[in-house]
T-cell receptor, first 112, second 116 residues
Framework: DSGVTQTPKHLITATGQRVTLRCSPR?????VYWYQQSLDQGLQFLIQ???????AKGNILERFSAQQFPDLHSELNLSSLELGDSALYFC???????????FGPGTRLTVL | AQKITQTQPGMFVQEKEAVTLDCTYD???????LFWYKQPSSGEMIFLIY??????QNATEGRYSLNFQKARKSANLVISASQLGDSAMYFC?????????????FGAGTTVTVRA
């Protein structure tokens, strides 16, 4: 158990819908990262937050957004969902921006 | 261009033997970090080992060691005394930039199957 929690574990929805994925980092970790893992794209870094502020953006679509709240939990919002958004979404946390990251169990999103 | 290259899509190893997973990387950033993660069939990502670009010694964590050859831009993972529970997908990843311009790139992964 990495100490990072993600909810829900599974999510099934329809195209065009909007969903919110939630992540709670390990106690004491200030950085939260979001990743998408799909069969065709592999593992892709989406976005990083550090102590409530966005710090880095990767291959995140404009339909996707994220935020980190004062209690350091983070949410990833995915809107206007398409079939290709079906993937495993991981959240990870670390103390700062350079240290090893610890991954949550992931949320498996299926868009039908 | 690929930032991280893992050329072995799949490998078989006999239980109790050692296995080396290849990873080469491409960066012009003088400060970077290299990670290895394990992903079992259950799907979770498990951190294994980290090597900073300025670290003088190769990183080791239990049965895992990282063979870091900076001039060759390679960061191979060695798993010694393989166990059945080592069967999984293994990802090499590289961090570039610092806290304000962080980038993390993953390789395509190598599937390891340990045979009894």
């Amino acid at each position: 158990d990495s100490g990072v929690t993600q909810t829900p574990k599974h999510l099934i929805t329809a195209t065009g819908q909007r969903v919110t994925l939630r992540c709670s980092p390990r106690s004491g970790d200030l950085s939260v990262y979001w990743y998408q893992q799909s069969l065709d794209q592999g593992l892709q870094f989406l976005i990083q937050y550090y102590n409530g502020e966005e710090r880095a953006k990767g291959n995140i679509l404009e339909r996707f957004s994220a935020q980190q709240f004062p209690d350091l939990h983070s949410e990833l919002n995915l809107s206007s969902l398409e079939l290709g958004d079906s993937a495993l979404y991981f959240c990870a946390s670390s103390i700062g921006g350079e240290n090893e990251q610890f991954f949550g169990p992931g949320t498996r999103l299926t868009v039908l | 261009a690929q930032k991280i290259t893992q050329t072995q899509p799949g490998m078989f190893v006999q239980e109790k033997e050692a296995v080396t997973l290849d990873c080469t990387y491409d960066t012009s950033d003088p400060s970077y970090g290299l990670f290895w993660y394990k992903q079992p069939s259950s799907g979770e990502m498990i951190f294994l080992i980290y090597q900073g670009s300025y670290d003088q010694q190769n990183a080791t964590e239990g049965r895992y060691s990282l063979n870091f050859q900076k001039a060759r831009k390679s960061a191979n993972l060695v798993i010694s005394a393989s166990q059945l529970g080592d069967s999984a997908m293994y990802f090499c990843a590289m961090r570039e930039g610092g806290i304000n311009d962080y980038k993390l790139s993953f390789g395509a992964g190598t599937t390891v199957t340990v045979r009894a």
